[in-house]
């Protein structure tokens, strides 16, 4: 019996194999739908097993159908699979979705003028969409290469943020990530479902801030690594220095551990509940650094990402939850600034705006 369950998901992936074999659309269907089934009660060597078959498909597949069975990959990962296998092929397949995209739009934009994209997620709309591409390009493989990228950005853009969740080592080399970030971006205002793979794509990792309190005059320089949002880096923030005044820290801030243990890797149903804001975060330049925003949108400030800790002029609250709940973070406290030092910098940033 155990022999019998230990190839079960093993045998299912062989199912998908020959239906890719045989062009055969309706078995991999059912195949696909029974190797997830399988999947949910493997064990982690047989996921690394079949990871490996499965991605070797996506070629053979194309942008399109690949894009689908990403998906599967995927969640493979999610169920406790290596992710070095995936890791490429999916990059490959979105940015080449993303490519299709972007030619898609032009090519829409050329023939439709301002009527209103296709909904990607309908599959009803592939039809006037291609004969619209044909009609733009005059070349009918550009058009469904265009159109199948239109389509199939946001199921490749799902494995990459597994992928993109899993460690600060499969970020920082993750393939073609300005290239995906670039055209990505460029089609955001159409495409709200690439919002957390382009989130994801500008994580910083290993990236040093400086961080000054006006009030106590003090200052330290701070690493961070996976930190998806200022809602968690205000959390963090907050959790790193608090404390008494003699071990250089700030008192009087009331931060429960649960929100600093939820933003660093705890998971959210455990927890739950409401954080209350700390500071008002500020630039170097004065401007406010809002919570809603990204580490990466702190401008460098004498060539440093300046964050200064400002009493709020309100308070605010947000939901105990990380954006990317797979995705683990940290924070770490790196030095204090000397007085001097601190000094320094106070006198050189801006005053709030």
């Known amino acids: 019996m155990i022999f019998n369950r230990r190839g079960k998901l093993a045998d299912r992936v062989a199912d998908v194999e020959a239906a890719v074999r045989g062009r055969d659309g309706d078995a991999m269907t059912r195949a696909v739908a029974r190797v997830w089934q399988a999947a949910q009660q493997a064990s982690v060597a047989e996921l690394d097993a079949v990871l490996p078959r499965c991605v ?58 301002d009527d209103a994209l296709p909904d990607p997620d309908d599959p009803a709309t592939m039809d006037d969409a291609l004969a619209a591409l044909t009609e733009a390009y005059d070349d009918e493989a550009a058009a469904i290469d265009a159109v199948q990228g239109w389509y199939a950005a946001g199921t490749w853009a799902m494995p990459v943020i597994t992928l ?70 205000h959390t963090l923030l907050a959790g790193a220095l608090a404390g008494p005044a003699e071990r250089g820290l700030i008192e009087g801030l009331t931060v429960d551990p649960a929100w600093v243990e939820v933003a660093t890797d705890a998971p959210e149903d455990r927890f739950g509940g409401t954080v209350v804001g700390s500071f008002n975060l500020v630039d170097g330049h004065g401007k406010w650094i809002w919570n809603e925003g990204a580490p990466a949108d702190i401008p460098l400030f004498e060539g440093a990402r300046v964050v200064v800790l400002d009493p709020p002029p309100y308070q605010r609250s947000w939901n105990n939850i990380r954006r990317f709940p797979l995705m683990s973070a940290a924070l770490t406290v790196d030095e204090a600034l000397t007085e001097a030092e601190a000094a320094h910098w106070l006198g050189r940033v801006a005053e709030p705006a």
């Open 164 to 233: 993109l969740q899993q460690s600060a080592s499969v970020r920082a080399s993750f393939p073609h990530r300005e290239r995906l970030l670039e055209v990505g971006a460029g089609l955001a205002g159409e495409r709200p479902d690439l919002e957390c793979v382009l989130g994801l794509l500008r994580v910083l990792d290993g990236e040093r801030l400086l961080v000054l309190h006006r009030a106590t005059g003090r200052g330290w320089r701070v690493t961070i690594d996976g930190v998806a949002d200022n809602f968690q880096l």
């Open 56 to 113: 070797a498909l996506l070629p053979q597949l194309g942008t399109g159908a690949g894009g689908q069975f990403s998906v599967l990959c995927g969640a493979l990962v999610e169920l406790g699979a290596r992710p070095d296998e995936l890791v490429t092929p999916a990059a490959d397949g979105l940015a080449a979705a993303l490519a299709g995209a972007h030619r898609f739009r032009s090519g829409w934009q050329r023939v439709r003028g």
